[in-house]
């Protein structure tokens, strides 16, 4: 608010915010009243009291009877008038009962100095007069700072009061404290008037909060619109997913059976060559797709937690042998040489066999994808300090530019290098390599650089060790 009026060239003052702040202000100066409706009487009974001293008890307690009559007339109308504005009423209707009782307060205390008649100082009541009006001066000023209207109105008969009573006392120093009492009118002037900004301060900043809290509201509001979309979208997108994986795994079914017989000449020999390398591709392409189709339903259903482990207990070194032998046939058509590093005594862990061979099969796929010919691929199982067990997949190929290993963590992203060689794949890998091991409690990580081969590692946590549990038999190296 304070920047967009400076922004429009609005100089600030009291008196201009006031003016959306007048119910709450009013309110303010209720409530001040109300919270002393018990301190005020008891105050004034000790002030009579002690005033029997040199006045008249008769006098006395005709005034305290003015004055405790004004207190209990201001206090009715004041819960009226609160109660009036909590419901939202005109606020036009609670300004005379604030401005009213406080000049009613004032000629209260007016009449205080009205007691002494005979124009003649009494010693030492004339100092406790001053004393009290200063007490009670004080006491308005906090109580009715935020309407400087009343703070006039039940401030100024006194100080008039008072210093008509001492001037007519005729002697210098009773003129001293007229003066004093002039000079102290003015201290608390200026006193309220810095109370009031302060209170005007609080409100701008209360508005600015409930200001605030509203568009956080609305924000809120919004953001949860949106996620229920997204979730509606995601739902959709699962469905068109399930479904189209029906529609295409049918047809493509036939085109890889088909096209496998052909392949194979099971029906005869076929006598034209070209037609058998079309079969050939047709059942490569057929492959391809149905890998592709699989690897972005495994991201679906991860990622809309459909994804369920079927845990038991899993010897990773079998997992990543039976996978390094899977993969020998495609590393050998680029002559790529697989190397092995088990390490001895590893206990099961608890997981899902199907997921961590896919893991490990993602990790070898890729590694041997971009591992130029005649490179080396290694696997590497073994454990930590702590207890976890690791898999590790590195390569001596041309390894990863620093700045896209997040790219290609990410689905279907793809780095420079696949680009480049038009390197057949989704970009799914890494990111179902991800997903799969945090199902299972465990860290991904990739290193690499360019130029030095790429380190793939998988770490499973040690609460997935079965102590004491070994595999019955050793896996082949």
């Not at 003649?120 to 209207?149: C, D, N, Y």
């Not at 479904?243 to 392949?263: K, Q």
């Not at 390490?343 to 890729?366: K, Y």
């Amino acid at each position: 608010m304070r920047a967009l009026n400076k922004l429009r060239g609005i100089e600030e003052t009291p008196d201009t915010l006031a003016d959306g702040f007048i119910p709450d202000l009013l309110w303010m100066a209720l409530k001040n009243r109300i919270s002393t409706a018990m301190a005020m009487p008891l105050f004034v009974v000790v002030v009579g009291a002690i005033s029997s001293l040199w006045i008249p008890v008769a006098w006395v307690g005709v005034w305290l009877f003015f004055v405790l009559g004004i207190h209990l007339a201001v206090y009715i109308a004041s819960q009226k008038a609160e109660h009036h504005l909590a419901r939202g009423g005109n606020f036009e209707k609670a300004r005379p009962v604030v401005v009213g009782g406080d000049l009613l307060y004032g000629i209260g205390w007016a009449c205080f100095f009205l007691l002494n008649l005979n124009s003649v100082a009494l010693i030492g009541f004339e100092v406790f007069q001053f004393a009290t009006v200063l007490i009670v001066i004080a006491m308005t000023t906090m109580l009715s700072a935020p309407v400087p209207r009343a703070l006039a109105a039940g401030t100024l008969p006194i100080t008039f009061a008072l210093v008509y009573c001492f001037l007519s006392y005729g002697t210098p120093i009773h003129y001293a404290m007229s003066a004093m009492a002039v000079g102290a009118q003015g201290f608390f002037f200026i006193l309220s008037r810095q109370l009031y900004a302060s209170a005007l301060t609080m409100l701008e900043y209360r508005a600015e909060k409930d200001d605030l809290i509203a568009e956080l509201e609305q924000a809120n509001a919004v953001s949860l619109e949106s996620r229920y979309r997204a979730e509606e979208a995601n739902q959709a997108k699962s469905r068109f997913l399930a479904t189209m994986s029906h529609e295409l795994r049918t047809p493509l079914n036939a085109i890889l059976g088909f096209s496998e017989v052909m392949t194979n000449e099971v029906m005869g020999p076929m006598e034209n060559k070209v037609y058998k390398e079309y079969a050939s591709d047709i059942h490569r392409s057929g492959v391809h797709l149905l890998n592709l189709i699989n690897e972005i339903l495994d991201l679906s259903r991860i990622e809309a937690g459909r994804y369920e482990l079927q845990e038991a207990p899993v010897d990773l070194i079998e997992v990543a042998d039976s996978c390094k032998q899977m993969m020998q046939m495609k590393a050998a058509a680029k002559s790529i040489r697989l190397h092995n590093s088990y390490e001895g005594g590893l206990d099961l862990i608890m997981g899902d066999e199907r997921s961590l061979r896919q893991v490990v099969l993602n990790l070898l796929g890729n590694a041997i994808k971009f591992t130029p010919a005649g490179g080396e691929v290694s696997v590497y199982v073994g454990s930590l300090i702590d207890g976890s067990q690791v898999v590790t997949v590195s390569d001596n190929g041309p390894g990863i530019p620093s700045d896209e290993l997040p790219l290609v963590m990410e689905a279907f992203g793809q780095g420079s290098l696949a680009i480049e060689s038009a390197e057949p794949g989704t970009g799914l890998g890494l990111s179902i390599v991800q997903a799969l091991t945090q199902m299972h409690g465990g860290t991904f990580s990739l290193d690499s650089e360019e130029g030095n081969g790429t380190r793939a590692s998988i770490i499973l946590p040690p609460h997935r060790s079965m102590k004491g549990e070994r595999p019955s038999k050793a896996a082949g190296m």
